[in-house]
């Protein structure tokens, strides 16, 4: 859809980011092929992290070498076989993975149009913990557990909640009406996709309406809340780091 007047909801600001799936522009990466690939969110906004949102071609693939960088990844729709080492397995929509550093990956034979969205990050060892283990899953194999007792907000934790973990990736999914119950302000640096429904968020002193596709980055400390809105469920997949010192 073209937009003859300039307008967008994209919005960049200093310590949080909301980009609409109206301006994505897609970039070509090392390790990345038969693929349009977005960089949503990156060094270049401020961000520690990177979220890149990966739409596949028949033939497509990925491979990503061993090194300090980790990746963890969901797919949105469609799916494809993924390795990491010796653990190989076929992600449907829904498909979750995680890739520690030290390991490398490969996806292969997604389907056409598979859509699936990565997080990357340089590791932070911690001293005397060993290094995470790489995971594959089902997101929904993964029980929503009600956030802070409530029963309309529920949250899916899909990596493992240890201290060799220096990352976690979850699905939170809200009722119409549903909220976050009260506005967070907290260390902890976010990237968001939302994968269904609409709502409004806070980010520090802006609201914005979302829907899916939506991709949000707050900085540390970035105010934030949340309203599902509509006659259906609102859900987002999110990143944070954890575990680790803060200095």
């Known amino acids: 859809m073209t937009s003859p007047f300039g307008q ?5 600001a200093t310590r949080h980011a909301l980009i609409a799936p109206d301006g994505h522009v897609k970039s070509k990466l090392p390790g990345i092929r038969g693929a349009g690939t977005v ?3 990156n060094q270049a906004m401020g961000a520690r992290f990177a979220q890149l949102l990966v739409t596949f071609e028949p033939g497509g693939g990925a491979e990503f070498a061993a ?7 969901y797919f949105e729709n469609g799916g494809a076989s993924v390795t990491i080492g010796s653990q190989k397995a076929k992600c449907g929509a829904g498909g979750f993975f995680f890739v520690p550093a030290g390991e490398a990956c490969t996806i292969s034979t997604p389907a056409r149009g598979t859509r699936l969205t990565l997080f990357q990050k340089k590791f ?8 995470p283990r790489a995971v594959i899953g089902e997101a929904g194999k993964v029980k929503g557990e009600p956030f802070l007792g409530d029963p309309d907000a529920r949250l899916q934790v899909l990596l493992p909640d240890e201290p060799a973990f220096d990352l976690a990736m ?5 009722q119409p009406g549903a909220t976050l119950p009260f506005v967070e302000t907290h260390v902890m640096e ?6 269904a429904g609409h709502g409004i968020y806070r980010l520090d002193d802006s609201w914005y309406p979302v829907a899916s596709g939506d991709a949000i980055w707050m900085a540390p ?10 006659k259906t469920p609102a859900s987002y997949l999110y990143y944070k780091d ?3 010192a803060a200095l």
């Open 242 to 244: 954890v575990n680790r």
């Open 190 to 195: 976010h990237g968001l996709l939302m994968l």
């Open 67 to 73: 090194g300090e960088i980790e990746t963890c990844g």
């Open 170 to 174: 979850n699905v939170f999914t809200y």
């Open 39 to 41: 960089v949503l969110i």
């Open 8 to 12: 967008t909801r994209t919005r960049i």
């Open 221 to 230: 400390y970035c105010a934030q809340w949340f309203a599902a809105i509509g």
């Open 124 to 131: 932070e060892p911690l001293a005397g913990v060993a290094a």
